[in-house]
T-cell receptor
Framework: DGGITQSPKYLFRKEGQNVTLSCEQN?????MYWYRQDPGQGLRLIYY???????QKGDIAEGYSVSREKKESFPLTVTSAQKNPTAFYLC?????????????FGEGSRLTVL | AQSVTQPDIHITVSEGASLELRCNYS??????LFWYVQSPGQGLQLLLK??????LVQGIKGFEAEFKRSQSSFNLRKPSVHWSDAAEYFC????????????FGIGTKLQVIP
């Protein structure tokens, strides 16, 4: 079945370490997104990409980095510069060509910094 | 910049009662509007969307929403709530200018009591 796969589902990290969250989609969607979710704050956009080899900063990009070398993949790196990385991270995609804007979400990755 | 306000953080309703979740948005042009639902520890699922045309839109699971331009609102309704509707609900607005940046509200957590 088509969908978005995020891994790992749970991740623990020591302070000062970088960590990369994987996001893969087989929906043939052009656009991909990373959101961070914290209790009481909804979803905040970290980065988004409309096409391969191109991406834009969202509202809270500091301390994060992404790449979009393949259409199917949009990994997110949480760097040691991110001051408060413990959160639930959601990856999403949408079909830009159809213009519907509907987002398809993965099941999320929960990162805990020890 | 576009923004979304969900004024109710928590709502409790009795099973079988009607439901209305409020959403107000701020956006310069005609927005694309969405309601998503999230079960605990999961990704988000689209309930319904508005792009243009009929201002009353029907979605999955018996939900509907009405777009009111004069009030900048897009409230979600359901005539009779089921226990399985307990979840968190997010209103979202998309930049209709083609950049597909989607902004979410902080969410409304729905509790359903027997």
């Amino acid at each position: 079945d088509g969908g978005i796969t995020q891994s790992p589902k749970y991740l623990f990290r020591k302070e000062g370490q970088n960590v990369t969250l994987s996001c893969e989609q087989n929906l043939n969607h052009d656009a991909m997104y990373w959101y961070r979710q914290d209790p009481g704050q909804g979803l905040r956009l970290i980065y988004y990409s409309q096409i391969v080899n191109d991406f834009q900063k969202g509202d809270i990009a500091e301390g994060y980095s992404v790449s979009r070398e393949k259409k199917e993949s949009f990994p997110l790196t949480v760097t040691s510069a991110q001051k408060n990385p413990t959160a639930f991270y959601l990856c999403a995609s949408s079909n830009k060509r159809e213009g519907t804007g509907e987002l398809f979400f993965g099941e999320g990755s929960r990162l805990t910094v020890l | 910049a576009q923004s979304v306000t969900q004024p109710d953080i928590h709502i409790t309703v009795s099973e079988g009662a009607s439901l209305e979740l409020r959403c107000n948005y701020s956006y310069g042009a005609t927005p694309y509007l969405f309601w998503y639902v999230q079960s605990p520890g999961q990704g988000l699922q689209l309930l319904l969307k508005y792009f243009s045309g009929d201002t009353l839109v029907q979605g999955i699971k018996g939900f509907e929403a009405e777009f009111k331009r004069s009030q900048s609102s897009f409230n979600l309704r359901k005539p009779s709530v089921h226990w399985s509707d307990a979840a968190e609900y997010f209103c979202a607005v998309e930049d209709s200018g083609g950049y597909q940046k989607v902004t979410f509200g902080i969410g409304t957590k729905l509790q359903v009591i027997p």
